[in-house]
């Protein structure tokens, strides 16, 4: 049997693209050998001190909670338990148009069977320090110009390649996944390769 390989993802679960991609690397690793391993980072964190819109500003303020619940059971209970977490909460937010806050994150916890009581963490800065050490790591190689989804893959020199995206909608399934992890590898492998974008023309599709 062919080993599989790691693919690390970071997310923040109030994002809808990074939701979305999310869902693509599940399919992925169904049809290519890869291992996905999932990990924090914070829109919140990431958009300290920057002047922006008062709506995006409160959204920043409100997730905070989500980000420190996750690593709280991270810590506990290690990756695979944040993956099955991050799945209950996406489920809730992007799916159920559940609010952020308190009922969304005991719901969520209760889905997966963790003690609700976790949900305390979002009110704490207890786990700050490591969801900043979570973040920091996911975006050092990529730069602070971006949010998520990141991902850090294998590269073709047997090293890493760490980048942005992709943003799609809606996610491929099944060979079709498997098709655009191959492309883009490849874009990402190649040295001195940057960017490749075009206007999004559609809203996130959550099928």
Not at 24 to 29: N, S
Not at 72 to 88: D, F, I, N, S
Request: contains cysteine.
């Amino acid at each position: 049997m062919t080993e599989r390989v790691a693919v690390d993802m970071w997310f923040d679960p109030l994002c809808p693209w990074a939701w979305i991609t999310s869902r693509w690397l599940l399919e992925v690793e169904q049809v290519r050998d890869v291992e996905i391993r999932f990990h924090v980072m914070s829109l919140s964190v990431l958009n300290e001190g920057r002047d922006l819109p008062e709506q995006y500003q409160d959204l920043m303020t409100k997730g905070w909670g989500p980000v420190r619940v996750c690593i709280a059971v991270e810590q506990a209970h290690g990756g695979e338990t944040l993956a099955k977490l991050y799945t209950a909460m996406g489920t809730r937010i992007h799916l159920g148009k559940e609010e952020l806050g308190r009922n969304m994150v005991v719901g969520a916890l209760t889905d997966v069977g963790l003690d609700p009581t976790f949900a305390d963490a979002a009110d704490s800065t207890e786990y700050d320090e490591a969801l900043r050490a979570s973040h920091e790591a996911g975006m050092r190689p990529v730069g602070t110009d971006v949010g998520t989804p990141v991902i850090h893959a294998p590269g073709p020199d047997g090293g890493k390649v760490a980048f942005f995206g992709p943003v799609i909608t809606p996610a491929p399934k099944g060979e079709a996944a498997g098709k655009l992890w191959d492309g883009v590898l490849l874009v990402a492998g190649t040295p001195g390769f940057y960017e490749l974008k075009r206007t999004r023309e559609l809203g996130p599709i959550f099928d």
